[in-house]
Each structure stands twice: as C-alpha cells, then as structure tokens.
C-alpha cells in the first residue's frame, strides 16, 4: 500500500524549531518529488515547500523562505522539514505530499497525502 | 505574489450541478488541479493538467481552464461531494492554492 507517514509536530514557543519528518513506503520513492502542504486552524491549503527527486532543487513559499529547510534521504525514504525561528502562524497541519508524475521536471499535482502532523506554536 | 479567488461556498441539490471557479491572472496558460477535503481526512486529488481525473475519481468531476478561470463542475452531485474544494496552480516553481469553496448539498 502506497503510503506516507508525517511525525515531529508538538508544541513549540515562539522562536523555536522543530524537524517534521515523512515516512513513505509502498512506492519508489526515489522516482518522485515530493511537497509540504499546511492547513492552518479553519484556514485554508499553503504549499510550504518542495523538492525533487534527488534534492538537488528545491522551492519554499514566501512565508517560510530563509527559517524552513527542506530535505530528503532516498536511501531511509524519507522527506524532512527543518523549521527555525517559528513563529505563531506557522501553527498548522503539516502534510506531506507526492507528486503525481515520477520523473517530473515541474510539479505538477499531489496524489498521495500523509494524514499530516500538527505544529502549534505557542507561548 | 500570485493569488487564485474561489467563491466561498456553493450550494447544489442532489442531482443537480454544481460549478466552482477559481480565478487568476492569466490562469489558462498554466496547468490547475483540484482538490477535495473533507473533515479529519487528507486531500484527494479529484482533477490535474486542467481536465484530467485520476484513477477512481467518478465521471461526474469534470474540469475546464481558459483565459483567467478554471472550472470545476460536479455533475448530478451526490451527498457524498459535500466537502471543501481548492484549486492548485504553480506560479515561478511556487505551488499557489486557491482560496477554497466549501460545497453544501442541500
């Protein structure tokens, strides 16, 4: 069974920084790029942050560019999020997310999504 | 930053039609998906490339894009299609979600 499994969220002040990770398993995950999609408490869908197949490229959203790392480890099959200097509005439910087509050179969309894990950031 | 403006709620009965647009700046030169979600559950990608519908995804979910707008159309919507809808679009390499539309089935 294709599958995705995100853990690493809690409770965190202000200014701290936690590390979300993705289990993904069923599938080859090394032929697909991957995302980090939030959803905010009664808010809508963000796109956080992507990368590609191999890490060697990579994409992060206004919002979070400069305190959010993305990464990857094929050989664990795995995708992390590397979050610093967190602030009150990153509280959210982080999923992780596959690309639709292995290979793709562009993002195009997500078929497969973890159940997600929820960041609050709070003092 | 690029912006995709979806109504805010959609009402349908059963059996009918429902459509949704998403709207943006010269939408129909990039490629938009949807999206449904509903409560305590992960997205499921319902169209991509526009028109296109994943496997397992019913015939009624039908997709168009052109000029600023793209549609989604539910056709004789079914209870189980009451959910939130987003449109997704990619701007720059930077993914760009639309505002959301909750869809009510009346």
């Known amino acids: 069974e294709v599958q995705l499994v995100e853990s690493g969220g809690g409770v965190v002040r202000p200014g701290g920084s936690l590390r979300l990770s993705c289990a993904a398993s069923?599938?080859?995950?090394?032929?697909?790029?991957m995302s980090w999609v939030r959803q905010a408490p009664g808010k809508g869908l963000e796109w956080v942050s992507g990368?590609?197949?191999?890490?060697?490229?990579?994409g992060y959203a206004d919002s979070v560019k400069g305190r959010f790392t993305i990464s990857r480890d094929n050989a664990k099959n795995s995708l992390y999020l590397q979050m610093n200097s967190l602030r009150a509005e990153d509280t959210a439910l982080y999923h992780c997310?596959?690309?639709?087509?292995?290979?793709?050179?562009?993002?195009?969309?997500?078929?497969?999504w973890g159940q997600g894990t929820m960041v609050t950031v709070s003092s | 930053s690029y912006e995709l403006t979806q109504p805010p709620s959609v009402s349908v009965s059963p059996g009918q039609t429902a459509s949704i647009s998403c709207s943006g700046d010269k939408l129909g030169s990039k490629y938009t998906c949807w999206y449904q979600l509903k409560p305590g559950q992960s997205p499921v990608l319902v169209i991509y490339q526009d028109s296109r519908r994943p496997s397992g995804i019913p015939e009624r979910f039908s997709g168009s894009n052109s000029g600023n707008t793209a549609t989604l159309t539910i056709s004789g919507t079914q209870a189980m299609d009451e959910a939130d809808y987003y449109c997704q679009a990619w701007d720059s390499s930077t993914g760009v979600f639309g505002t959301g539309t909750k869809v009510t089935v009346l």
């Open positions: 069923g599938f080859t995950f090394d032929d697909y790029g």
């Open positions: 997310a596959r690309d639709l087509i292995p290979g793709a050179v562009v993002t195009d969309a997500f078929d497969i």
């Open positions: 990368i590609n197949w191999n890490g060697g490229s990579t």
